[in-house]
T-cell receptor, first 116, second 115 residues
Framework: DVKVTQSSRYLVKRTGEKVFLECVQD?????MFWYRQDPGLGLRLIYF???????EKGDIPEGYSVSREKKERFSLILESASTNQTSMYLC???????????????FGPGTRLTVL | AQKITQTQPGMFVQEKEAVTLDCTYD???????LFWYKQPSSGEMIFLIY??????QNATEGRYSLNFQKARKSANLVISASQLGDSAMYFC????????????FGSGTRLSIRP
C-alpha cells in the first residue's frame, strides 16, 4: 500500500512565524505535490516536484516555498505565516511513470494549520 | 478549457441502497484520466477508482464502479450496498494530456448514509 505521511495533523502558529510542513512517501514515487483546501475554493495546487531538487509552481505559490532534498521527502515552507494561510494542507505523491494522464495521486492525512 | 462539474452538493441515502454520484467533465484532449476520491471528516483524501479515456470497459474496485459514458462526457461513481462508513465528501477529478501537475478537482458531493 502507498503510504504518505505528514508531520502534523494539527498545527497552530503565530503571524510572522516560519512554518515547515513535512511530507514523506514510502513508495519511491517520482512526483510530489502540495495542495491547500479551503471551503468553497476546493483543492488548489501550491507547488509540485517531479524530481529531487526540482520544483515547479502551481496555481497559488505566493507566500510559499518548497524543498525536496531527498526523493521521499517534500517540505512546504511558509516563510512568514499570515492569517490568510490558515487552511488544510494536503500532500500527495504519484509514481510518475508511464502516461501522465494515468498517474494516480495518493494523498497524506492532511495538516490543519491555524495562523493566529 | 478543462472542467469538472459535480452538480449534487449533498445526498442522503439509506444504508444498503446503491448510490450514484454524478460527474461531468470537459476537455479537448483525447488522452485523459478520471479519478474519484473519498474524503472522510478526518480530512484524508482516499483514492477510490480510475478510468482512462481509452479504456474499453468501465472500471470497478470492490463496491465501487465507474459508469463511463464518453460521448456524454460523464463519469459517475456508483457505490453498491452503501454502508455507514461511506458517509464522506466525494470528489471527481481529471488529468488531461501531458501536464505533470494539472489534476482538476470538482467541487465535491457530500454523501450521508442513513441507518
Amino acid at each position: 500500500d502507498v503510504k504518505v505521511t505528514q508531520s502534523s495533523r494539527y498545527l497552530v502558529k503565530r503571524t510572522g512565524e516560519k512554518v515547515f510542513l513535512e511530507c514523506v512517501q514510502d513508495m519511491d514515487h517520482e512526483n510530489m505535490f502540495w495542495y491547500r483546501q479551503d471551503p468553497g475554493l476546493g483543492l488548489r495546487l501550491i507547488y509540485f516536484s517531479y524530481d529531487v531538487k526540482m520544483k515547479e509552481k502551481g496555481d497559488i505559490p505566493e507566500g510559499y516555498s518548497v524543498s525536496r532534498e531527498k526523493k521521499e521527502r517534500f517540505s512546504l515552507i511558509l516563510e512568514s505565516a499570515s492569517t490568510n494561510q490558515t487552511s488544510m494542507y494536503l500532500c500527495a505523491s504519484s509514481p510518475g511513470t508511464g502516461a501522465l494522464y494515468r498517474d494516480t495521486q495518493y494523498f497524506g492525512p492532511g495538516t490543519r494549520l491555524t495562523v493566529l | 478549457a478543462q472542467k469538472i462539474t459535480q452538480t449534487q452538493p449533498g445526498m442522503f441515502v439509506q444504508e444498503k441502497e446503491a448510490v450514484t454520484l454524478d460527474c461531468t467533465y470537459d476537455t479537448s484532449d483525447p488522452s485523459y484520466g478520471l479519478f474519484w476520491y473519498k474524503q472522510p471528516s478526518s480530512g484524508e483524501m482516499i483514492f477510490l477508482i480510475y478510468q482512462g479515456s481509452y479504456d474499453q470497459q468501465n472500471a470497478t474496485e470492490g463496491r465501487y464502479s465507474l459508469n463511463f459514458q464518453k460521448a456524454r462526457k460523464s463519469a459517475n461513481l456508483v457505490i453498491s450496498a452503501s454502508q455507514l462508513g461511506d458517509s464522506a465528501m466525494y470528489f471527481c477529478a481529471m488529468r488531461a494530456g501531458n501536464s505533470a501537475s494539472k489534476i482538476i478537482f470538482g467541487s465535491g458531493t457530500r454523501l450521508s448514509i442513513r441507518p
